[in-house]
């Protein structure tokens, strides 16, 4: 183990059971919240995407909204469950595909790329219910909650 792993012995000494800490523990722990601190930014850059469009989403519909012109905002509201759907469907394939490639140009050490990559697929999975709890908060603010 080239690198030390400072910060994350440190919370594994606090939060750890036993008084003496054996070196082959502190690897698995270090590697593993390496893996999650390695997506952190990829994980912020989906999570704010879902977000921002949800928000967006609720801008259109609270101007309707303040018209008073409810066909407008029925129309609006299919529009952003369909428009929903498809950026979900999309950043799920795309997350799929091109996440991998991502992680190794970020130069991802190759002790954690199988770890970052797992648990950063996982949360492109679930990027759909994300999306839908995004959308139907913006659109539950966009008419005075």
Partial sequence: MTVKYHHALFA???YSPHHIVHP???YYFCTKVLAVIV?????DLIIGF???VGNGMGIVIARYYGARNFTKIKEAVAATWILGALLSIVV???GFVGLYPLLQYLD???EILPQSYQYISMIVTCV???FAYNLFA???RSIRD
Wanted: charged content about 10%; cysteine-free; proline content about 4%.
């Fill in 12 to 14: 594994y000494t606090l």
């Fill in 24 to 26: 082959k523990k502190i």
């Fill in 39 to 43: 997506i952190t930014a990829i994980f």
């Fill in 50 to 52: 879902t977000l921002g």
């Fill in 92 to 94: 799920m394939l795309m």
């Fill in 108 to 110: 991802t050490p190759a």
């Fill in 128 to 130: 759909g219910v994300s």
């Fill in 138 to 140: 913006g659109l539950l």
